[in-house]
């Protein structure tokens, strides 16, 4: 941590001090402002300096880890928020929610508090934050810590980082990186998952000093369509390799039903297992929802009410054969949505209709055996489809 308290309980911070000033300061007694457990300044040349607590604490905002990149980085966001004339604090802590931010922003109308995360915490932890800030009339704004900045058509998130996933319509899913070593802020906007933790994306990189906050997104650079429909379908029939010679297949609640319904896993036709928009709130491939949506509703004798196939994705999900991701900052979209988004597109390419009570019926469309030359075609076919569709 940056602040610590002195013996009077004046708050004093290590920010923007000289290696003399900040050396000065060890002949003191400093204490920690959250557990008024003495704490030690760590000063030295070529480290940031900062208050650590002794190794024996137990105090709740150490265990939340600080590293150096966490003090870098803090302290790079700090003279940017102030540089752009942000009434910024460092590290406040706020007694009743016994939490003490990176920083807190004070706008006339508007408070913010700015949590820049380097290390892996468990999800809960992260949305009990959240939760607290909230619960105080904070908004929080979360920048995630990299050592390295994004390179590569792919990403592999860690579990702490997809929670804070933010979304706004005119962009879509975003996230913010910050990486103190390169001084560039990385917002990755979009991800796609292509398997369960592996996601295509774009980014959006700008110098730190080149951003407004809250930081903007300028403009989102434009998606090689045919490479990401290409690759979708190549992982859409991994996923189908990897369940089918799984040495746990005949476990596989998804392939048990596939082949009850007298289906093929491998020829089930390309609109299962399409990309659709926001289908990050689920978990699991959308080959899987969106075969069940077949299954439940699409396929029975009788047409079915946006509301009943909801109903019975929702039973899907309570009975654990779907799992949905929870997106703590994300408030107004949910899976729902996705449903939608697919029907929409079911219905755009003719696979399904709609009748004049908005009830949804299925046209007479193949969920059986295709022919192997017919796939090839298919797939060109939807690719076509699909790159009008998402663009
Ligand atoms: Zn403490």
Redesign the pocket.
Same mark, same amino acid.
């Given at each position: 941590m940056l602040v610590a308290m002195c013996k009077d309980g004046l708050h004093v911070s290590l920010f923007n001090l000289s290696y003399e000033q900040a050396l000065s300061m060890k002949r003191q007694k400093w204490y #920690?402002p959250?557990?008024t457990?003495a704490v030690l300044p760590k000063i030295g040349r070529k480290i940031i300096p900062h208050f650590a607590?002794y190794p024996h604490?137990t #105090?709740s905002?150490?265990l939340q880890g600080e590293s150096y990149m966490h003090h870098e980085g803090k302290n790079d966001l700090f003279k940017f928020l102030v540089s752009a004339q942000h009434t910024t604090q460092l590290e406040p802590y706020l007694i009743t929610i016994n939490r003490r931010p990176d920083l807190l922003i004070s706008q006339p109308h508007q408070k913010w508090v700015v949590e820049y995360q380097c290390s892996s915490v468990p999800e809960d932890n992260l949305i009990q934050r959240i939760e607290d800030y909230e619960s105080i009339g904070l908004e929080s704004y979360w920048i995630i810590g990299n050592e390295e900045n994004h390179t590569g058509t792919t990403i592999r998130f860690k579990k702490f980082q997809l929670i804070l996933l933010r979304y706004t319509p005119s962009v879509g899913y975003y996230l913010f990186f910050y990486s103190p070593k390169t001084k560039l802020v990385d917002i990755i906007v979009n991800p796609v998952a292509i398997s369960q933790s592996v996601f295509l994306y774009t980014n959006v990189r700008t110098p730190l000093h080149q951003q407004t906050f809250p930081f903007s997104i300028y403009s989102v650079p434009q998606v090689n369509m045919n490479h990401f429909l290409h690759t979708w379908f190549n992982h859409r029939n991994k996923t189908i390799c990897y369940k089918v010679k799984s040495t746990k297949s005949y476990q596989d609640a998804f392939l048990l039903e596939v082949y009850k319904q007298g289906h093929f896993p491998f020829y089930l036709p390309l609109f299962i297992g399409i990309p659709c928009r926001h289908s990050i709130h689920f978990h699991t491939h959308p080959l899987i929802w969106q075969y069940y949506i077949w299954t439940d509703s699409l396929l029975s004798t009788t047409s079915c009410t946006l509301l009943v196939i909801k109903e019975r994705m929702k039973e899907r999900i309570r009975k654990g054969d779907i799992a949905i991701r929870y997106f703590p900052l994300i408030k107004k979209v949910s899976y729902e949505q996705a449903i939608e988004d697919y029907l929409r597109q079911l219905v755009h390419f003719r696979c399904i209709e709609v009748g004049k009570d908005s009830s949804f019926s299925f046209k007479n469309v193949s969920l059986f055996q295709v022919k192997e030359e017919d796939i090839h075609e298919q797939k060109k076919e939807w690719i076509n489809n699909l790159k009008n569709w998402l663009i």
């Open positions: #920690c959250a557990c457990d607590h604490s #105090c905002l150490k």
